[in-house]
């Protein structure tokens, strides 16, 4: 695996550290990340109250991602909306309709691989209807969300070719342990933002990895 939102929920390894089958390789699992995220989304919103949360209710790791947010909110004083995805086709446009009718002031997609392949329409639909929204890969900023937080993609495929020479050398796929991120990176899309009405604190722009103009 090059890249897996969740190894262990959808039943590819029996654990991170000990695989045991004939899988192995990266993982984006890395439930620490939704808080820095939800301090990251303050810092660009300040006024921010309410925050909808949208995850894949099929993926057991994104409900401990959302516990583990649940517990940043209480800390920076936010409350949650949670907007799980469900069926094979999510209505984007009535569930996003949805959180601007609840009060919330930005959108967060938790790492996933339906949200991640549904990235351009989630970045359209929350632009129309003003909502801020972050996410975990710069893919997300480049299809037009404001602003994403989480592990670099094209590091971890370079990692995985590390774990292809082990393999064809003779280790077990089994043996060897999944490795979660170690690269982070922080982008920002000033167009989205301006487009949205919000100014980017300049302590955001100088740590950002990429700003999108």
């Known amino acids: 695996?090059?890249?897996?939102?969740?190894?262990?929920?959808?039943?590819?390894?029996?654990?991170?550290?000990?695989?045991?089958?004939?899988?192995?390789?990266?993982?984006?699992?890395?439930?620490?990340?939704?808080?820095?995220?939800?301090?990251?989304?303050?810092?660009?919103?300040?006024?921010?109250?309410?925050?909808?949360?949208?995850?894949?209710?099929?993926?057991?790791?994104?409900?401990?991602q959302l516990k583990e947010m649940e517990i940043a909110a209480r800390t920076l004083r936010v409350r949650l909306q949670s907007l799980p995805l469900t069926g094979p086709s999510p209505d984007f446009e009535s569930a996003l309709q949805n959180v601007k009718d609840a009060g919330s002031d930005a959108l967060v997609a938790v790492d996933s691989t339906r949200a991640f392949g549904q990235r351009v329409r989630i970045a359209d639909v929350a632009i129309k209807k003003r909502l801020p929204t972050l996410a975990g890969f710069r893919e997300f900023a480049e299809a037009g969300g404001v602003m994403t937080y989480g592990a670099s993609l094209p590091d971890m495929h370079r990692r995985a070719a590390i774990f292809v020479g082990k393999i064809l050398k003779g280790a077990k796929p089994g043996d060897l342990p999944v490795e979660q991120p170690t690269k982070f990176e922080l982008v920002i899309n000033l167009k989205t933002a301006k487009a949205l009405g919000l100014t980017v604190p300049q302590t955001l722009l100088l740590r950002a990895d990429q700003v999108i103009e």
């Open 1 to 64: 695996m090059a890249v897996s939102f969740d190894p262990v929920g959808r039943g590819f390894v029996a654990s991170l550290a000990h695989p045991e089958g004939n899988v192995t390789g990266l993982s984006t699992v890395a439930p620490e990340l939704t808080g820095k995220r939800l301090e990251l989304l303050k810092e660009m919103v300040p006024k921010l109250s309410k925050v909808a949360v949208l995850w894949d209710a099929e993926s057991p790791s994104e409900a401990d």
